[in-house]
């Protein structure tokens, strides 16, 4: 199935665009698989997209906007948390379940060799 879809012109762009900062494409890109690196941009679309330090964002959202399967979203998001690239808080909702808030760190400490 092949889906038409139309990119911005240069002149367009500033409607419909995220800012993300150069160290995600230069420094974590290059050391992360691609699933990883589609789970990392969804929380940068997620949350510079919408100008939020943190949100609530279910797997399922994860799940619709990388094609891949929540087994494998929560591997990679484990990744992301284990190297501290996303910071989590849990807490219980209204309904007293538990929701997890995410953050991108944004003081992370990576070391490169």
């Known amino acids: 199935m092949s889906k ?10 500033f409607d419909h665009w995220t ?5 995600i494409f230069d420094i974590l890109m290059p ?28 797997i399922t959202q994860i799940v619709q906007k990388t094609g891949l399967s929540p087994h494998t979203v929560s591997e990679h998001l484990d990744r992301l ?6 910071l ?3 807490e219980p909702n209204r309904r007293n ?3 997890t808030r995410y953050r991108l760190n944004t003081e992370l400490l990576i070391s490169i060799e």
């Open 4 to 13: 038409k879809i139309k990119l911005p012109s240069a002149e367009e762009i």
């Open 19 to 23: 800012a993300t900062p150069n160290v």
């Open 31 to 58: 050391i992360m698989d691609s699933a990883t690196f589609k789970v990392l941009m969804v929380f940068v679309r997620q949350l510079y997209g919408f100008h939020k330090d943190e949100d609530y964002i279910a």
């Open 81 to 86: 948390k284990k190297s501290n690239i996303i």
């Open 88 to 90: 989590i808080t849990r």
């Open 97 to 99: 379940k538990r929701c």
